[in-house]
């Protein structure tokens, strides 16, 4: 998997622990990439679930049958 581009060093071109010590990243900027990492892990498993239907049937199952049996 080391031919697939990395795409945090693509968008942010220097690495995460360069900042200064000084200063706190912004709440702003935290939301963002949690909210690109739900994006990239949603895109990934809908891709999961595309190329593997019987697995995803499965789970799709499995869940069910947990949430029938969860007692609120």
């Given amino acids: 998997m080391t031919d697939l581009p ?9 690495p995460p622990g360069s900042h200064p010590q000084g200063s706190q990243e912004s709440d702003v900027e ?6 690109r990492f739900l994006r990239e ?3 990934a498993r809908e891709l ?8 995803a049937k499965t ?3 499995r869940h069910a049958m947990r949430m029938r049996t969860f007692r609120w």
């Fill in 6 to 14: 990395n795409r945090e060093t693509d968008q942010n071109p220097s």
């Fill in 30 to 35: 935290r939301r963002r990439r949690r909210a």
């Fill in 41 to 43: 892990l949603t895109e």
């Fill in 48 to 55: 999961r679930d595309r190329v593997q239907p019987r697995r």
């Fill in 59 to 61: 789970a799709r199952l």
